[in-house]
């Protein structure tokens, strides 16, 4: 085969029942002058089965495997079979739907304005019901230049707000990310934030596409949930990284006051939709340390673009983990059915006592 235009990279865990339908939307796109490369993370059902079903009918695909060590380790090492001179890369997920004209409208923008990122609109599909849910939230038009294409410091306010950063709505030239020479990050979740989002800081010309190209799959039954409450501080990770990133490349004083209202943010989105003893445990984390190392709390309410969000925030930074459990006791009596105080106080000084434990453990 002669050298792919572009390189689609993915990497696949324990997606047997996903898997083929993916690899059907990507075969059957209107450009075909691409290479899938699909690394299997180590998974315990048949995927590696069927992606080598798929490699030995169609030479475009080569499907390596690793131990399992999490999709940014894959990505990683998938990036090394990539054809030298290939022009583009793009980052895909091994669940997803992928319109027919995804990789053509990518392309063709691309090359229009000679972008080092292009990226497209996502939408929402249940994996259940194939109901489509439309996200106009991955792309915030309001918050973008007039023009195309356009820098990270032509967004003239809340940049890290303007996109989300996943990495299957993006295209990327690749001999950019060759010569920033970017990883994403080995971590359970939130690998992506940090490659995603340093690449578009040091782009020259980013575009974007009004059209959605990819129905994401939701409802899955991959348990992301269960996933993010093992890896509850992996987001905090992923942030002080890119902090340090942009430090490094001397552009912090310019993004400084979006990072860290785009911290609060993150921040509060994470405790609120975190449950149990990952909600215990980041709360925990905050309020010793976390909401000072990300200048959260360094700041008046005027710099925050959000003051509800600083507002809360600053009262977990006053309120400690024990007193912010006692305020809900009366929510803990009506969900045990006992009105016995002395018995809930004990049942939730055991539940701190764990929980200081667990945190005390992940510090090692």
């Not at 059957?28 to 089965?49: H, K, L, M, N, P």
């Not at 994403?184 to 959605?212: G, H, P, W, Y």
Request: aromatic residues 12%.
């Amino acid at each position: 085969m002669s050298t792919p235009t572009i390189s689609i990279i993915i990497p696949a865990y324990n997606c047997e029942d996903y898997i083929s339908e993916s690899m059907d939307s990507l075969l059957a796109q209107t450009f075909q002058d691409f290479e899938i490369i699909v690394v299997d993370d180590g998974s315990t059902d048949r995927t590696y089965e069927i992606l080598n079903f798929y490699a030995r009918k169609h030479k475009k695909i080569k499907v390596y495997q690793q131990e399992n060590q999490f999709a940014g380790v894959a990505r990683n090492h998938s990036m090394q079979f990539v054809s030298a001179d290939s022009e583009y890369l793009i980052f895909l997920d091994a669940d997803d739907i992928y319109l027919p004209n995804m990789l053509e409208k990518l392309y063709a923008e691309a090359q229009k304005y000679n972008c080092d990122v292009t990226v497209c609109r996502s939408d929402r599909m249940d994996s259940n019901t194939k109901e489509i849910t439309e996200c106009r939230w991955t792309i915030k038009e309001k918050l973008l230049p007039n023009h195309q294409p356009f820098t990270a410091k032509d967004v003239k306010q809340e940049f890290f707000n303007t996109f989300v950063w996943w990495s299957w709505d993006k295209l990327y030239k690749k001999s950019f990310i060759d010569n920033l020479n970017l990883k994403f990050q080995d971590l359970r979740t939130t690998n992506d934030l940090f490659f995603c989002c340093a690449a578009m800081l040091k782009a020259e010309r980013i575009s974007t596409i009004d059209d959605v190209l990819v129905h994401h799959r939701v409802n899955a039954g991959n348990t992301l949930s269960v996933t993010r409450e093992k890896s509850w501080n992996n987001f905090l990770y992923a942030l002080v990284e890119l902090r340090s990133f942009m430090r490094k490349n001397k552009i912090w004083s310019h993004f400084e006051k979006d990072f860290v209202n785009y911290c609060a943010h993150l921040v509060l989105w994470n405790l609120n939709s975190l449950k149990g003893d990952a909600h215990s445990l980041l709360y925990q984390a905050l309020h010793e340390s976390w909401l000072e190392e990300l200048q959260i709390i360094t700041h008046s309410e005027g710099y925050f673009y959000d003051k509800l969000a600083y507002r809360k925030l600053k009262e977990v930074s006053q309120q400690s983990l024990e007193h912010f459990a006692m305020t809900r006791i009366y929510q803990l009596e009506k969900q045990l059915g006992t009105t016995d105080k002395a018995g809930i106080v004990a049942y939730i000084s055991s539940k701190i006592s764990n929980l200081e434990a667990k945190l005390m453990e992940g510090k090692k």
